[in-house]
C-alpha cells in the first residue's frame, strides 16, 4: 500500500504546486488517514518542500481499527506532551525552505491558524481548500473491497435481527443489539448511530432510538452501517410487525421502492447528480408526497459516512465511474409512519453490469 499513499500524496502536490504553494498541511483525519494510511489522534500530515512526514503528539497506536501509517512515510513525535502537531509541522515546514503553505482552512480553528503564523512568521499561509475531499471521491478498488466487506456485515447483522422476536422490544435494544452483531461479526464499529424507528417514528432519516417498543401493525425502520478497515457503508430497510401490511402500508411501501429503484437505475457515470436525485423525486412527487420527502436523496460514502457527491436537488456535479453512494429515499407521514429504503452502490458503466449493488438484505416488504 506505500505505493498506493505514495501516489495519492503526489497527486496532492501537484495541486498544491499548480496552486502555487510550496507544502501543504493535512489536518482532517479522513484526509489525513487517506493520504498516510493512519490518523493517531491529533496527528496532521505535512507534505513538506522536501520531506513529508505524519506529525503526531505522541507515538500512534498499533490498533488495526486505527489503520496503519505508510511504513514510507516518517513519523514525527512531539518531544512533550501538549504540543499542537499543526504548529509544529509549520515550523517543519519553514525550516525546509518552504514560502507557502497549504492548509486545510475548514478543518483549523483560527486560534490554531494564528499559533501556525507565529512560530512560523516567514511562512504565507493559503488556502488548501477540498483538494483532498476531491481526491477521495473516485474509490480505487481496494477501498471498495472494504466497502464491499462492510456491506457485508451489515447485512448480516440486519438479517439475524429478523430472525428473533421483535414485538415488546424497544428501539434503543434493537439498535444496541445491532451495533453489537456489526462488531461480532468483524466491523470495527458501527459506521454512524444506528437508527430504528417503530410505528409513528418509522421512516425519519436519522431517528434516535427511543425506548418506545415494537408493536403489532407497525412499521419498523431500521438504518446500520459497517465500519471495515476505516471504510463506511449503510444499509436502511422498512418491515411491517406481526401482521400482513395495511392497504395504505403497502401503497407508501410500493412508491418509495419505484422510487429507490428510479434513483439506482440513474446511476451512470457522466449523469449530473440533481438528476439521479430527480429519478427518485419525481415518483413520490407525482404521487403527491412532495412535502413528506427527505432533504436528499443520497451521498457518497468512503472515509466518512456522508462525502461528496451529493444526490440532492441543488447539487452541483456529475458522476464518475467507481463512486459509491447511497440511494436511499423516504416518505414520512407525521403521526402515523414511513417507509425508507437505502442502498449502497457504486457507480459503474453498463459496460461492467451497471451500478454494483453492495448491500444485498431483500428489498420485498416483510411481515416479521
Known amino acids: ?24 498541511l493535512v489536518s482532517r483525519p479522513a484526509n489525513v488517514r487517506y493520504l498516510a494510511g493512519a490518523a493517531p489522534h491529533g496527528a496532521v500530515l505535512l507534505l513538506g518542500k522536501s520531506e513529508d512526514l505524519l506529525v503526531c503528539s505522541g507515538p500512534p497506536d498499533d490498533r488495526p481499527t486505527e489503520g496503519r501509517p505508510d511504513e514510507a512515510l516518517p513519523l514525527r513525535a512531539m518531544p512533550a506532551p501538549g504540543g499542537d502537531p499543526a504548529v509544529a509541522a509549520a515550523r517543519l515546514a519553514e525550516a525546509q525552505g518552504a514560502d507557502t503553505l497549504a492548509t486545510e482552512d475548514h478543518h ?36 471498495i473491497s472494504c466497502l464491499r466487506i462492510g456491506a457485508e456485515i451489515a447485512d448480516q447483522a440486519l438479517g439475524e435481527l429478523l430472525e428473533s422476536i421483535l414485538v415488546g422490544r424497544t428501539e434503543r ?18 459506521a454512524f448511530p444506528t437508527s430504528v424507528g417503530t410505528g409513528p417514528n418509522s421512516g425519519r432519516r436519522g431517528h434516535r432510538p427511543t425506548d418506545r417498543r415494537v408493536e403489532e401493525g407497525d412499521f ?18 422498512t418491515f411491517v410487525i406481526g401482521t400482513s401490511p395495511a392497504d395504505w402500508q403497502i401503497e407508501l411501501y410500493d412508491l418509495v421502492f419505484a422510487a429507490q429503484r428510479a434513483g439506482r437505475e440513474a446511476l451512470v457515470p457522466g449523469a449530473a447528480c440533481r438528476d439521479v436525485d430527480r429519478a427518485a423525486r419525481q415518483t413520490l412527487d407525482s404521487a403527491g408526497y412532495a412535502e413528506n420527502l427527505q ?7 468512503g472515509l466518512e459516512i456522508d462525502e461528496d457527491p451529493q444526490l440532492a436537488p441543488a447539487a452541483m456535479g456529475k458522476l464518475d465511474a467507481c463512486v459509491p453512494v447511497t ?22 458503466p453498463e459496460a461492467d453490469g451497471g451500478p454494483e449493488l453492495l448491500t444485498i438484505t431483500t428489498k420485498e416488504l416483510l411481515a416479521l
Open 327 to 348: 440511494v436511499e429515499p423516504g416518505v414520512h407521514l407525521p403521526g402515523r409512519g414511513g417507509v425508507r429504503i437505502d442502498d449502497t452502490l457504486v457507480v459503474r
Open 1 to 24: 500500500m506505500s505505493e498506493v499513499y505514495a501516489a495519492r500524496r503526489t497527486r496532492l502536490r501537484e495541486r498544491c504546486n499548480a496552486g502555487g504553494s510550496a507544502a501543504a
Open 108 to 143: 483549523l480553528t483560527v486560534a490554531r491558524h494564528r499559533a501556525m503564523g507565529a512560530v512560523a512568521p516567514r511562512l504565507r499561509l493559503s488556502d488548501l481548500g477540498q483538494a483532498v475531499e476531491q481526491l477521495r471521491v473516485v474509490k480505487d478498488e481496494e477501498e
Open 173 to 190: 435494544h434493537l439498535a444496541l443489539e445491532l451495533e453489537r452483531r456489526l462488531v461480532d461479526h468483524g466491523a470495527d464499529g458501527p
Open 220 to 237: 419498523l425502520s431500521v438504518c446500520l452501517g459497517a465500519t471495515y478497515r476505516g471504510y463506511r457503508c449503510e444499509i436502511g430497510r
Open 295 to 301: 432533504t436528499l436523496t443520497g451521498h457518497g460514502v
